[in-house]
């Protein structure tokens, strides 16, 4: 049976939109490619919501020739949408409906990692299923100052109990935290 990963960047201010325009990701590092990269090698399959989606869609395509590129753009990948009906990325199924059963189901078929990049509704969804195995937080050493509540991985959720497993502290200063799904009683 597969792990489900969640890798999310997020900032001091518990920031998760819009990476791309941070300023550490610019020096993220060859350790954090690697990590990165080994993260994707390992994995089965990608799942992402519509926003992911859409702001993968102009880059990875269009490269090739490295491991991580060329991993993403021959493996399978999943979009969860309700709009998406004619995904151009290749290898990209859309899951309209029934989510958490189909994740499940994905799991049971699996013997690597499912990663997900990014925490959004999906994720939220997905966590109160108590499907994610892992959630690795990339903590990156800022605050950017703007953002409303949709900006912030904080919103009003299920509670639940994940246990640290792993630290790496990379040179730009960011701190990549892992933490696995802790069995408890509490939860649901």
Do not use: C
Not at 58 to 78: E, F, H, L, Q
Not at 137 to 154: K, N, Q, R
């Amino acid at each position: 049976m597969g792990r489900f990963v969640n890798s999310t960047y997020i900032t001091l201010d518990g920031v998760i939109e819009n990476p791309q325009d941070w300023p550490s990701l610019g020096s993220f590092s060859e350790s954090g490619n690697r990590i990165q990269t080994e993260l994707l090698l390992a994995s089965d399959a990608v799942l992402m919501g519509r926003r992911t989606y859409d702001g993968f869609l102009p880059v990875w395509p269009t490269m090739s020739g490295d491991p991580y590129s060329d991993r993403i753009n021959a493996m399978p990948k999943y979009v969860a949408s309700r709009s998406l009906t004619n995904p151009s990325w290749n290898n990209t199924t859309v899951i309209e409906r029934d989510l958490v059963d189909r994740v499940a189901e994905l799991k049971r078929q699996t013997t690597g990692n499912i990663v997900q990049y990014g925490f959004g509704d999906v994720s939220r969804e997905l966590l109160r299923a108590g499907l994610i195995d892992e959630l690795r937080l990339w903590l990156h050493p800022f605050f950017v100052g703007t953002g409303g509540t949709d900006s912030l991985i904080y919103r009003d959720s299920l509670a639940a109990t994940f246990e640290l497993t792993d630290t790496t502290r990379l040179d730009s200063g960011i701190v990549i935290l892992s933490y696995s799904r802790a069995a408890t009683h509490d939860e649901p």
